[in-house]
């Protein structure tokens, strides 16, 4: 939720806005963005700032960052504005300047809902899930009946490894609105952890009924495919998700796994590159890595892409529970030993 409509002076504008919020709330971006043209006849900065929270939904932040710096100070609370900033950084990977965006729009209105959201998506970019998942409650209790603020609060709950109440909170998130794709997708992340592929399935094809821009339902979709055994579907899932959202360094890192499953190596290679580029914390792209390095007979650096993976195992991504983290680390240290053997070092292999 990057838009607050509750501010008096939004909801003191042409009728119109009813519409736009009703289409926002719905995940029918394209519609609110429709809605939102004629309103630009006359535009003002609340008008301009509504725009650039529909802009940065749909992942178009340089335009966002445009309107934003050439937009006059808007009616609207402070705090809109430097959430929105806040996304904005860290979008591009600048987490401290997030970070002081996010506390300020916190300072400036305490009961801005948006403002505690932005907060939330920075805590977790520092892995700090449990102070995610304490600036989501705060949002939570102050607007208790936003589907999108429920759903984000079963995204954190999934990371927490509490699925029962992140598959409350989302279904929580479904009836207060049925046609929200992202509570699909979460509901697919959700049946997938749990092993229940078909469900999986069934919940990411939805949500690409509803939204078939929200790159995370083809990231699932691509996940299911992959472990099915159907590689071709998976990969050409995995690309149209990193088409959609090019800087996700977790869809990077499974796109270079499917590639190398069909020993394309090169392409793997890079994608793993770019993933680790993308992000320096996340392990997922280094253990993929050594796996690679090991069967193309580079046991040495196999060994040290597998060492850094092991280091940063904590750092989890939004739908990596504690459980699957501690899966995570099992499976390196099976890979760590098929190094050292390949190394020769039996001992340290057993």
């Known amino acids: 939720p990057l838009i607050d409509f509750s501010a008096p002076s939004i909801l003191a504008l042409d009728p119109g806005i009813q519409t736009l919020k009703r289409h926002y709330e719905q995940g029918d971006i394209a519609a609110a963005i429709e809605a939102l043209t004629p309103l630009m006849a006359q535009p003002n900065a609340d008008l301009l700032t509504i725009q650039a929270g529909l802009l940065l939904t749909v992942g178009q932040v340089d335009r966002a960052e445009q309107l934003l710096s050439q937009a006059p100070s808007p009616n609207t609370s402070q705090a809109s504005l430097n959430a929105l900033w806040a996304i904005i950084a860290l979008s591009k990977n600048d987490k401290q300047t997030a970070l002081r965006f996010a506390q300020t729009a916190v300072t400036d209105d305490p009961r801005s809902a948006m403002a505690h959201v932005a907060l939330s998506y920075v805590e977790q970019a520092f892995f700090r899930i449990d102070s995610a998942r304490d600036a989501i409650e705060k949002a939570l209790s102050l607007s208790p009946d936003s589907a999108l603020i429920h759903c984000r609060r079963a995204e954190l709950l999934t990371s927490q490894g509490d699925i029962d109440a992140a598959q409350v909170s989302a279904e929580k998130a479904l009836a207060l609105n049925p046609r929200l794709a992202r509570t699909q997708v979460v509901l697919g992340f959700i049946e997938l952890i749990a092993s229940n592929i078909s469900e999986a399935r069934l919940r990411f094809e939805q949500a690409q009924s509803i939204d078939a821009s929200d790159p995370l339902s083809h990231f699932g979709l691509g996940l299911v495919f992959m472990h099915i055994g159907d590689v071709r579907q998976g990969i050409e899932q995995l690309e149209i998700a990193a088409s959609l959202d090019p800087n996700d360094a977790l869809t990077r890192s499974y796109l270079g796994k499917a590639y190398y499953d069909q020993h394309r190596i090169a392409l793997a290679q890079l994608q793993l590159e770019l993933a ?75």
């Open 276 to 350: 680790e580029q993308q992000d320096p914390q996340d392990p997922t792209p280094h253990h993929y890595d050594a796996i690679l390095k090991q069967t193309t007979n580079q046991p040495t650096q196999a060994l040290t892409a597998m060492r850094e993976a092991i280091r940063l195992n904590d750092n989890r991504a939004v739908y990596r529970s504690s459980l699957l983290i501690d899966q995570d680390l099992a499976a390196r240290n099976a890979s760590l030993a098929r190094i050292y053997n390949d190394l020769g070092f039996e001992k340290l292999a057993y």
